[in-house]
């Protein structure tokens, strides 16, 4: 069995309206699971929405990240109360706890993105972190969210910095799946593949103008939020599990095993982790394409203001061993880089971080 969507998707401005008269058709006491003070005023409509279509609605905060001190508080609440669904309403680490919680109680979730950040809120995939934000393990869900409300007037409210980091974790879907897939004889995956391409070609032209530009009135704006919530999450719908992730996203998880003061978004770690991908494509498997692939992603990262460097995340590789913790998680038996269609060993990933935080990256 593949889940490939969630069962009914309501995006748009007033998607959130439309969506009250369907939940409250299976809910009457919703859960409502969200993290950050910045978004209290949307959670709280949010409530008292739900409270006018004669529900019974709580409220609960992750504490830390979607990890298991917050997943069994927030279970145990669920249970000596009676709750019967979960509307995550928050960023990645919200959606993805939500659908975790809700899986494992077997209620229906409901997702509401409150910025363009990631795809959580499509897929049937959960990230389960430690309570400072290690990464340590991806489960697969058997069904995507019962409900997803992609509200493009809560997303206006985000900082622009979700939208770049939505941009870069987006933009790896076509650079992670083609290089792991593209011999899969399954047509599906094919075109999830090709999906991909237009996505990150949409970004391209899109991505700068959604950035910088108003809301009222831009196009490239609406492009580029559903690119990045929802074709984003389609991609993984249709191509499965065998539509993989790669380097990219198994040194985006690396990095977050070295606890630093300021935390980055999962996209912002994301991109940094693509360009190294493209780096060992390069020296690898001697990709010509890689390098000019890697020239054109500077362009907009810069564009984006996102980080290019693991240093721009916080993090001097040279001090602490950091290269080799990096380097030792990258490359452990369980990692995504193995899909990769040549071997990497850790002195790769030495050689490659080296390499790359040593060369002042110009454009
Ligand atoms: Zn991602």
Request: one cysteine or more; a neutral charge.
């Amino acid at each position: 069995m593949q889940p490939i969507s969630p069962e009914t998707i309501f995006r748009g401005n007033d998607a959130w309206e439309e969506a009250l008269p369907q939940i409250s058709k299976f809910t009457k006491r919703p859960l409502i699971l969200g993290r950050s003070t910045s978004t209290f005023e949307l959670r709280n409509k949010i409530f008292k929405d739900l409270k006018n279509q004669n529900l019974y609605p709580g409220v609960a905060n992750l504490q830390f990240d979607c990890c298991d001190e917050d997943i069994s508080r927030v279970k145990n609440l669920i249970l000596k109360n009676n709750y019967d669904s979960v509307v995550a309403a928050g960023g990645g680490k919200v959606l993805d706890a939500g659908k975790y919680i809700s899986e494992s109680l077997q209620i229906p979730c409901i997702t509401v993105p409150l910025s363009a950040s990631t795809c959580a809120g499509w897929t049937a995939l959960s990230n389960i972190y430690t309570r400072n934000g290690q990464f340590i393990k991806d489960v697969a869900l058997r069904s995507c969210p019962k409900v997803l409300v992609y509200e493009h007037k809560f997303i206006k409210t985000a900082p622009s910095r979700s939208l770049a980091s939505g941009i870069a974790d987006a933009l790896a879907k076509w650079y992670e799946s083609s290089i792991t897939s593209s011999s899969i004889n399954d047509g599906l995956v094919q075109q999830a593949i090709q999906i991909s391409r237009v996505l990150r070609d949409q970004l391209l032209i899109d991505g700068e103008k959604a950035y910088k530009g108003q809301f009222e009135n831009n196009p490239s704006w609406r492009n580029t939020i559903e690119a990045c919530g929802l074709t984003a999450g389609l991609v993984g719908g249709i191509g499965g599990e065998k539509c993989r992730t790669a380097a990219a996203h198994a040194i985006h998880n690396a990095i977050t095993q070295i606890i630093t003061p300021n935390k980055f978004l999962h996209g912002e770690i994301v991109g940094v982790g693509l360009l190294l991908q493209l780096k060992l494509e390069e020296m690898k498997n001697n990709n010509k394409l890689a390098d000019q692939s890697i020239k054109q992603l500077l362009v907009l990262m810069k564009q984006l203001n996102l980080p290019t460097t693991i240093a721009e995340l916080g993090i001097n590789v040279f001090e602490d061993n950091n290269i080799e913790k990096i380097a030792d998680f990258t490359c452990r038996d369980k990692s995504e880089i193995h899909f990769l269609p040549f071997e990497i060993h850790k002195q790769d990933i030495v050689d490659v971080i080296a390499n790359f935080e040593q060369q002042k990256i110009k454009i």
